[in-house]
């Protein structure tokens, strides 16, 4: 139904750098975003819990009648995507790929970096991604276990940021890559304290405009009413913590609503 919400899920609060996207392209659709936060973070995970989880959020979703499901989580995105495909029946769109293409378009020297949770690095989803667009790119991947606590947390700026970034990306500013892609969509957040400490000439490649880009283009049908979409935001566990991160994303009016995964 052209009126269906779109429907967007992260573990946490990563994926509303998506929503916040896709709210701005897409004004007049209704969106509707679940946030996982009673069992963030995925990154750790072993690929069947994160599967299962995937699974169970895309279940909760299409209860409301969702028209596309977007896997807002990079970790989802490399395990689950062509399950949830085969699974559901609603077009289910990824952030690998999206991120993946803008990466090389936007690479001249083609020594390419790629940060994200423990598991999307172990998936080696971007390195395949990046590799098939352009196969004589150089790929460096670093798993960033410790940013996903540290943004749910709400410490973007903080000086401990800073030292566990500093720490990480140490190896990969010696590496000479020109893009240095952000794949989990909770970097965007703390995207200035990545910034600091790469070189100047390093493009940071932030999926979420490219993945609204995609959901734009293959939404199956427009809402017809162009009044402003409503937005709603759900979580699987509500805390002030998230409630000031998600404000301080989407504005001091967004509402958020608890739900229980396994209700009927
Ligand atoms: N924002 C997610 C991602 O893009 C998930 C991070 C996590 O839960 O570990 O990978």
């Known amino acids: 139904m052209p009126e269906s919400p779109i429907g967007i ?49 895309a279940r909760l979703l299409q209860k409301f009648n969702i028209k596309t499901l977007v896997v807002a989580c990079n970790t989802s995105s490399s395990y689950a995507l062509e399950i949830l495909k085969e699974e559901f029946p609603f077009p289910v769109i990824g952030v690998v790929k999206p991120g993946a293409k ?33 196969p004589f790119a150089t790929v460096f991947e670093k798993a960033c276990p410790l940013f996903v ?12 940021t800073e030292l566990v970034a500093e720490k990480y990306l140490k190896e990969l500013t010696e590496k000479e890559i020109d893009t240095l892609v952000l794949g989990c969509t909770h970097y965007p957040l703390i ?21 609204a880009e995609e959901v734009k283009r293959k939404l199956p049908h427009r809402k017809k ?13 509500k805390t002030p913590r998230f409630e000031r991160i998600a404000k301080m994303i989407m504005g001091e009016d967004t509402l958020i609503e608890e739900v229980s995964l396994d209700s009927e």
């Open 9 to 57: 899920f992260d573990s946490g609060v990563g994926g509303l750098t998506v929503l916040k996207a896709i709210k701005k392209i897409l004004p007049h659709e209704n969106l509707i975003y679940f946030g996982d936060t009673a069992r963030v973070p995925y990154g750790n995970r072993s690929p069947n819990t994160i599967i299962k989880y995937s699974v169970e959020n």
């Open 102 to 134: 803008l990466a090389v378009e936007s690479s001249k020297s083609k020594r390419i970096g790629v940060i994200g949770t423990e598991a999307t690095i172990k998936s080696g989803a971007y390195r395949k991604a990046i590799l098939s667009l352009e």
């Open 149 to 160: 606590p540290l943004i749910e947390e709400g410490w973007l700026s903080d000086k401990i």
């Open 191 to 211: 995207k200035d304290t990545i910034k600091k400490i790469l070189k100047d000439n390093v493009t940071l490649i932030d999926s979420a405009m490219a993945v």
């Open 225 to 237: 009413n162009k009044s402003q979409g409503v937005v709603r935001i759900l979580v699987s566990d």
